[in-house]
């Protein structure tokens, strides 16, 4: 009986600690300085693929990444607040389609390899852009 | 119903079967040279055209057993290839399982249009070795089936729908022929051709990196269709295909298949079909689907388990 107790203080101890110790996509993506170097080389690496580099000729890039960056530290639990316009208006009469949306899902996930971001972080936050797909998506 | 489809079928059959013979000769030979064009084709394919590869690596599936797109024994409601609702993708496949004492191969094509619909075309063949000597039907015997496919995806879209539950849903049915009708129907089958209807759920589950699926299937094949279809005392009845993977990297998914059949013939139990697999993506063109499976009793021959090696190459 005694045991058991020891065992189940053990097991509640445990899980409090475990979600104290729980890192937030946030955290997991290495904050506000990684996720704004994953968002630049992101829109790079989009610059130089000619299915998609036309999309983002009018775009201001600097601007953009850091528009990026903080809707990613927003939507993952970062201390940021996203000020750009929703993802509807963002994308009105680009005429996107999922090929598009697609290519720079393949190039954020490049990017975020190449900062070593593990494979399950990656699908974490992709999970949170993926419904995006609706509004982007014109077509 | 059912014998309207069918003799509509058996019309336009003989002829496309002939074609489609041509393209996926029964040697596998054949199909190598078939993969080799499918692959050089890519490089002349316009960025922006109808064969783009706009989706996601993966997420087209593979090939399954019967052709369809799926895993290695279940069949998913994703459509194959890699064409968005804007384009269209086509895939040839060649899978061999090497079991305790048979060896059953599969060849075929598929297509996907516009995300919406999948077409399918696959040849079996199932060599019985020795085995078909102790069942008294001649050593290396093979037995062998063509199956038509079709499958509309309905509603749900399995990858970007992730701020909900419902799942990518897709209707389908399998036409199935036996290569071998008088010696089917000698071993108690009722039908040398049948039909089979499924529906399919399947939900990716990004935020997991898991992809969970199950069908439901109206069947009343033996053995898949290869001992041919019902018996005396059985038709149709309801079956289940269950299968869950886990995405370790985008191109690297591994997990495992659940498939009940039917038990139809007198002669031999049949029992439940499984299979731990590991699926490699290379790139949109090719991949690789290995697997240990488990397709218990056939034809009276004890537990049959065994290795699961199959190629997909398309455009």
């Keep these: ?139 | 119903m059912d014998e309207l489809l069918r003799s509509l079928f058996e019309k336009k059959y003989k002829r496309l079967v002939c074609i489609i013979r041509s393209v996926i000769s029964v040697h596998f030979n054949c199909l190598k040279f078939v993969m080799l064009g499918v692959m050089s084709f890519p490089t002349a394919v316009n960025a922006e055209g109808l064969f783009s590869q706009g989706k996601l690596i993966a997420t087209g599936g593979v090939s399954q057993v019967e052709g369809a797109g799926g895993s290695g024994l279940t069949t998913w409601a994703l459509i194959t290839g890699y064409g968005t609702n804007k384009g269209m993708g086509v895939n040839a496949h060649h899978t061999a399982v090497w079991l305790s004492d048979f060896t059953l191969q599969s060849s075929g094509l598929s297509v996907g249009l516009f995300d919406r619909v999948e077409l399918s075309f696959a040849h079996q063949w199932f060599d019985t070795g020795e085995a078909g000597a102790r069942l008294g039907i001649g050593e290396g015997f093979t037995f062998d089936q063509d199956i038509i496919g079709a499958k509309v995806r309905l509603i749900g879209a399995a990858v970007y729908d992730q701020d909900k539950w419902l799942p990518q849903i897709a209707i389908g049915a399998n036409y199935k022929r036996s290569g071998d009708k008088a010696l089917v129907a000698a071993l108690g089958a009722a039908n040398t051709d049948s039909f089979d209807y499924y529906v399919s759920a399947t939900k990716v589950i990004l935020d997991q990196s898991l992809i969970l699926s199950a069908t439901a299937r109206l069947t009343e094949a033996n053995q898949f269709g290869l001992l041919g279809y019902g018996s005396a005392t059985s038709t149709h009845t309801l079956h289940g295909e269950f299968s869950a993977a886990y995405m370790f990297t985008p191109k690297l998914v591994a997990g495992i298949d659940y498939r009940t059949k039917p038990d139809n013939l007198a002669f031999a139990e049949e029992q439940d079909a499984k299979a731990a697999y590991v699926a490699y993506f290379f790139n949109k063109n090719l991949s690789l689907t290995l697997a240990g499976v488990d397709l218990g009793t056939i034809a009276l021959q004890g537990k049959q388990r065994g290795f699961y090696a199959s190629l997909q190459a398309g455009f």
Excluded: W
């Design chain 1, 1 to 139: 009986m005694r045991i058991l107790k020891v065992i189940i203080s053990a097991l509640i101890f445990n899980f409090f600690a475990l979600n104290a110790n729980a890192q937030s996509l946030y955290e997991k993506l290495g904050e506000n300085p990684k996720i704004h170097k994953i968002m630049v080389r992101t829109l790079e690496l989009s610059m130089e693929d000619e299915r998609i580099a036309f999309t983002l000729e009018r775009s201001d890039l600097d601007r953009l990444a850091q528009l990026l960056t903080d809707q990613t530290c927003e939507l993952t639990g970062g201390p940021c607040k996203y000020e750009g316009v929703d993802m509807k208006k963002a994308h009105v009469g680009l005429g996107l389609t999922t090929g598009h949306f697609n290519a720079l899902v393949e190039h954020l996930q490049q990017a975020m390899r190449e900062e070593n971001i593990s494979n399950r972080t990656q699908n974490q936050l992709l999970a949170l852009f993926a419904p995006m797909h609706r509004d982007v998506v014109e077509k």
